[in-house]
């Protein structure tokens, strides 16, 4: 029984690993012209959210490599008087920390891979506060299902996280696939706050992330 659910595992991993490669090698391929143009549409949509509007504690990221770019949003949230937070890797804990930046080119150094992260001055900020949480990804189904970059941080940060909190994940077209490889699937609940009642295609999964994308979906 270990050896068949060994295997399983190791299969499940490996579809993971392929499908990751496959989105991200589509992500890297776009010209910079359509991401900067895509990136400014999926911030707009962003932006109107009525749940991003009444919040004032937003947990977002920066975006690194081929990713939506999130500089104008992170901007948007300080500008807008709403407190930011950003992520940096407790690599001793394997957890990420909230911490608060109030000056994007002053309060970032680079981290694992070059990733912006919050210097270890930022004051840490509790994971209750996060009124608004923006998550990254590499691949999401039209459902909402969500696939990392493998090191599992978000899957146990959103674990943590006050189920009524509005989650929303930003995704290039390319990025909304037909299936993540899993064991099973997950029930999807009803959704606690009303973000399906806003203007912007987006939807729900078992971890209420909403999908905002740059266009209707191309499944893989």
């Known amino acids: 029984m270990r050896n068949a659910d060994s295997t399983s595992e190791a299969k499940l991993l490996s579809a993971k690993k392929a499908l990751r490669a496959s989105v991200i090698a589509r992500r890297d391929a776009l010209d910079a012209e359509t991401r900067r143009r895509d990136s400014q549409a999926i911030t707009a949509k962003l932006l109107a959210l009525p749940e991003y509007r009444a919040a004032g504690v937003v947990c977002a990221y920066a975006s690194f490599g081929s990713e939506f770019d999130t500089a104008t949003f992170c901007s948007d949230v300080i500008a807008a008087g709403k407190r930011l937070l950003l992520p940096r890797i407790n690599h001793a804990a394997r957890m990420l920390e909230l911490r608060e930046v109030k000056n994007l080119r ?115």
């Not at 150094?109 to 990804?137: D, K, Q, T, Y």
């Not at 509005?166 to 606690?192: D, G, M, N, Y």
């Open 106 to 220: 002053g309060d970032l150094v680079a981290g694992v891979w070059g990733i912006r992260e919050p210097a270890e001055r930022c004051p840490i900020v509790p994971l209750a506060s996060v009124e608004f949480l923006l998550v990254p990804g590499v691949a999401f189904t039209a459902t909402g299902e969500r696939l990392g970059y493998g090191g599992g941080f978000y899957d146990r940060l959103l674990s943590g996280l006050n189920a009524k909190t509005p989650r929303v994940a930003a995704a290039f077209a390319l990025q909304v696939v037909e299936s993540i490889p899993t064991h099973s699937p997950f029930p999807i609940p009803h959704s606690p706050f009303p973000i399906s009642h806003s203007p912007s295609p987006i939807t729900h999964h078992h971890f209420n992330i909403a999908i905002v994308r740059s266009v209707a979906p191309r499944c893989l």
